[in-house]
């Protein structure tokens, strides 16, 4: 079985810097991708950790501890452009299809 | 290098009606997921198919609803005999392989609103 954590909503400053948290529990591990998710868009692959640590893509990072079954999403200098919903989602399989949360919906205020 | 090619964008059908889905994956993707979305929730599986195969379709209503993968063509979801709870988004992602680095590329989904 699979369970999946994020906050609901998170509301944030241009320019800030926010922290979205995933905790999850899956039968297997493979690692922990997100996703990006713009009102009436299709979602975006954002980046996946399949080990432990920081992986850095300009503004946007992502953190993974296997051993806490957690990770995050690290947005920095946060623009208007960046208000969307965005999903953690860990796969459990070789051969097993992602399966997401409800994720978490990020306004960017002025 | 075109994306992922799902059609129509948007389709309206009566109670009763079918609806049929299409999905082109990437160019080189042999495997194709369908997800389908409600207003305000998350993505929710639905199947997961390669060539000609099933390979996971824990997610699909046991009743009115089927997907396939042909050979040739693209990837097709049909809803029959649709009802209102059936109104969502439905999104088509693909990917190389099964997803060592679980990367896939959705397309811009169909809205499905049944009248």
């Known amino acids: 079985g699979q369970s999946l954590e994020q906050p609901s909503e998170v509301t944030a400053v241009e320019g800030a810097i926010v922290q979205i948290n995933c905790t999850y529990q899956?039968?297997?591990?493979?690692?922990l991708s997100w996703y990006q998710q713009h009102d009436g868009g299709a979602p975006t692959f954002l980046s996946y950790n399949a080990l432990d640590g920081l992986e850095e893509t300009g503004r946007f990072s992502s953190f993974l501890s296997r051993s806490d079954s957690y990770g995050y999403l690290l947005l920095q200098e946060l623009q208007m452009k960046d208000s969307a919903s965005y999903f953690c989602a860990p796969p459990s399989g070789g051969n097993t299809p992602l399966v997401f949360g409800k994720g978490t919906r990020l306004s960017v205020i002025a | 290098n075109a994306g992922v090619m799902q059609n129509p964008r948007h389709l309206v059908r009566r109670r009763g009606q079918e609806a049929r889905l299409r999905c082109s994956p990437m160019?080189?993707?042999?495997?194709v997921y369908w997800y389908r979305q409600l207003p305000e929730e998350g993505l929710k599986f639905m199947v997961y198919l390669q060539k000609e195969n099933i390979i996971d379709e824990s997610g699909m209503p046991k009743e009115r609803f089927s997907a396939e993968f042909p050979k040739e063509g693209p990837s097709i979801l049909r809803i029959q005999q649709v009802v209102r709870g059936d109104s969502a988004a439905y999104f088509c992602?693909?990917?190389?392989?099964?997803?060592?680095?679980?990367?896939?590329?959705f397309g811009s989904g169909t809205r499905l609103t049944v009248v």
């Open positions: 992602a693909s990917s190389k392989d099964s997803g060592t680095d679980y990367g896939y590329t």
């Open positions: 899956t039968s297997g591990f493979y690692g």
């Open positions: 160019k080189g993707h042999s495997h």
